[in-house]
């Protein structure tokens, strides 16, 4: 049976949702061992051990080049465990890592995985979900990185201890890029877009006003999107712009709101699982993808769901 290597850019906090989902699937091959371009935190470690992690290997960044690290950390675990498959998050940070090793190893990498067989045939999500492809490495090791909300997160309830040990890396003759300087965004409570179980995002349609928008998504626990006219428009953030030139999200719910549906809006959300759509145009061409339509206005519409689900909340 083949063997998994998981890894991590950053373990110093627990496991976010997508990387509790990448250890369930990891889990279901031999030897599964993480590793991580950090310290691995204590409460991170307790998770391991409830996935049936075995061993951890871990090397502190010293925070001074850009990718280089994490690249050498990889490379050194790879080294170390012989694994047949490596395991990424699907973030384009992770997408970059799993292309430079899948490059200095001459092997496959696989983007947008969403299930991985025993024998290593990758499941994965082609031209925007229209397709599903199945694939296998032809070239050695498999580097796949996974969509988030593809694997049903599942601890096996088992406290093992995992042994976590310190990385030796090769001397590398120094970074050729470093950072000078950091500026962190402001963090939200809301669940990152791309890995959100829920996601409302709102278009053109909410002329201006992301209020009602933002009411739905606090009632739901959900990730805020938009389209890009929305983002254009400066209502938004770019970062939260859905589709084709923006982020690509699979929720179990996407409630498009305002929303006409063009091709490079659905291109980033027709994977979701299932999708409400309100708009006051009945022949919007979001209808034609939606399991739910409502025909109406959305600062009618939204309010009153929002508070038909707080009322059954209370
Ligand atoms: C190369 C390229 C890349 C692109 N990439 C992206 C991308 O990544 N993401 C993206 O979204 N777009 C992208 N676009 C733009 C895309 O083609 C559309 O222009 C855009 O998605 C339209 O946004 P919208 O649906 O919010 O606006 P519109 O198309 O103007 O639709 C607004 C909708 O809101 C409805 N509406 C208005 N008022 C209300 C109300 N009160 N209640 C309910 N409904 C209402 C209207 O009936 C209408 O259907 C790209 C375009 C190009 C050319």
Known sequence: MSSALVFFSNLSTAPSKAQRELLTLAARFENPTVAAASLIADEAREVLGQYGIATALQAQNPNTDFGGHELAVLDAALQHTDADLVLLENDSFSREIGARIAVRRNTAIVTDVVDISADLIATKDELAGSYSASVKSTTGVLIATVKPNSVEDAPHGAQDGVS??????????????????????????????????????????????????????????????????????????????????????????????????????????????????????MDAPVFEIADLGIVGDLSKVLPQAAAEIRRRQA
Request: glycine share 12%; aromatic share 4%.
């Open 164 to 281: 976590v040990k310190d990385l030796e890396l090769a001397q590398s003759s120094g970074p050729s890029v470093s950072i000078v300087a950091v500026d962190q965004k402001v963090v939200s409570d809301r669940p990152a877009l791309n890995e959100a179980r829920i996601v409302v995002a709102g278009g053109r349609g909410v002329d201006g006003d992301f209020g009602p928008v933002e009411d739905l998504a606090d009632a739901l626990g959900a990730a805020i999107g938009a389209s890009r006219a929305a983002t254009d428009a400066g209502w938004i953030s770019h970062d939260a712009q859905i589709g084709q030139t923006g982020v690509t999200v699979s929720p179990q719910l996407y409630i498009s709101a305002g929303i006409s549906g063009a091709i490079q809006q659905k291109a980033g959300m027709q994977t979701s699982k299932f999708i409400i759509a309100v708009n006051k145009d």
